[in-house]
């Protein structure tokens, strides 16, 4: 996946010290390097002769051009004193990316009675044009450079970034139908493409089973590599070789499709008619690939995906989801609740050193294919994007980890603040039995995000979105 990039452009106004503003283009720049975030940040240096936002109209086009031209994801527009808010609104309409807008906090007047650059008030210009222009604005306090505040803000605004333009070029590839009892996974393909511009690209159980035939017969180093991967992570003792090569043979074809459509997540119907033509389950293939940065949905569950793809990104794609169902409260907790699929969570997230390749227990068959045992606890994201009626809103909520009684498949103990009300909440919808979940905290980046997606409402049940937002401003730190 490419980088994220950032477009830096600190603006200063002419009544103010162009030394001050020059010097904090430079320690802010200094600063966002320190923060170790993986993106490439792309400048103003030879726009003009000081590699600042101040100039008219001409200035504005040579900024807009530069950054369509390098394809900036976001752009921050640090005010090194007053700022030039009209230039930063023509910039940031035009680019039509998440906006950033902050400016270090001004030191006490010179003894003369000078101020060098009245940061602040030219924030509340800015915001108020930006407002004029309709550009939807992320907004850090008025902080010093070296206030842990301004490092919060800014890393939240480019994991929310990162949700976006991964929102906004997604692709979900679905291998086969929806199971047909599984009336859940309803969901309108002409609508997120109309509305969100996410793209569907179907393709049916005998194109999967056929690449999957033609990997495992003419072999290769990523089918190899495959194999001896399953073979050092799990104890396969209770399936055959031929089993093992066969879902590496699935893994591997599934992956070759990703590429070769460019989708970003897959959606796959796991069941029935999968392990009747090929005689394995998908899971341990879906865990591989999740833990590959590529995840896999059961069920064909499309707004699964999406969401899986949304909170990988709110990461900064550091850590793997997991797709889970909500299945049973915790027989002794009230809060408890049981996170659990067939075999699908990545393998890395498991608390045994080997976790068991087993044979699927509860369908008939009994095929083999599932990756079971319990995953670390801890803190988490809950999550889940989902809509109905044409209205489209974002599940969010955290839970921890906690002791519960042993289960089959992948699964996962969760406490939450309330389950009554995440309860009440999910039934009532738009939402359904599938969450997913990341060891992470993803909610203020995925909150964030949505002030950029138009037709996505932000539904969180814990933190709330006063809770969230008072984050945002430092709360805690």
């Excluded at 900064?316 to 907790?333: C, G, K, Q, S, V």
Aim: glycine residues 8%.
């Amino acid at each position: 996946m490419k980088k994220m990039k950032l477009g830096y452009a600190p603006t200063r106004r002419f009544v103010f010290s162009a030394e001050d503003a020059h010097r904090y283009k430079v320690t802010i720049r200094e600063k966002l390097d320190s923060f170790g975030l993986d993106m490439d940040i792309v400048d103003l240096e030879g726009i003009n002769d000081e590699g600042l936002l101040f100039g008219d109209n001409i200035d504005a086009d040579k900024i807009i051009e530069r950054f369509r031209q390098e394809q900036v994801d976001a752009v921050f527009f640090p005010h090194c004193n007053f700022g030039t808010e009209d230039t930063v609104a023509r910039v940031g309409k035009a680019l039509g990316k998440p906006v950033l807008l902050w400016g270090p906090r001004d030191e006490a007047p010179l003894e003369d009675g000078t101020r060098l650059r009245d940061t602040q008030c030219g924030l509340f210009a800015t915001g108020k044009v930006l407002r004029r222009f309709n550009v939807p604005f992320t907004y850090v306090p008025n902080t010093r450079v070296d206030d842990p505040v301004f490092e919060r803000g800014f890393t939240n605004f480019a994991a929310a970034a990162n949700v976006v333009r991964q929102f906004r070029s997604l692709r979900i590839l679905q291998i086969g139908p929806r199971p047909a009892s599984f009336w859940t996974m309803i969901c309108n393909e002409g609508e997120l493409l109309e509305r969100f511009g996410i793209e569907v690209h179907p393709i049916t159980l005998v194109d999967i089973q056929r690449t999957s035939a033609r990997v495992a017969k003419t072999g290769g180093s990523e089918l190899a590599a495959a194999v001896d991967w399953i073979k050092a992570k799990l104890d396969w003792s209770e399936v055959t070789e031929e089993d093992v090569i066969r879902i590496a043979s699935l893994k591997v074809a599934m992956r070759q499709y990703a590429e070769q459509t460019g989708s970003g997540a897959v959606a796959i119907q796991c069941w029935s008619s999968l392990q009747d033509a090929m005689g394995i389950m998908p899971c341990l293939a879906n865990a591989i690939l999740t833990d590959e940065q590529i995840p896999v949905t059961c069920e064909t569950d499309i707004h699964g995906a999406i969401t899986s793809v949304m909170v990988q990104a709110a990461t900064m794609n550091t850590a793997p989801t997991f797709f889970a169902d909500l299945t049973i409260r915790h027989p002794d907790n009230p809060n408890g609740e049981l996170l659990f699929h067939c075999g699908n969570f990545p393998v890395s997230l498991s608390v045994e050193e080997r976790p068991k390749l087993r044979k699927h227990f509860l369908f008939a068959d009994h095929a083999p294919g599932t990756h079971e045992g319990e995953i670390r606890g801890g803190g988490m994201t809950l999550a889940r994007f989902d809509g109905d009626h044409g209205e489209y809103q974002l599940f969010l909520g955290r839970a921890n980890g906690i002791k519960g009684p042993y289960t089959r498949g992948s699964y996962v103990w969760v406490e939450v603040n309330d389950w009554p009300l995440w309860e009440e909440k999910l039934v009532k919808g738009p939402y359904v039995h599938h969450s997913v979940g990341i060891h992470a905290n993803a909610i203020p980046a995925l909150y964030e995000a949505c002030s950029y997606i138009p037709g996505l409402t932000p539904d969180p049940v814990d933190p709330t979105a006063s809770e969230i937002q008072a984050w945002l401003r430092g709360a805690g730190l």
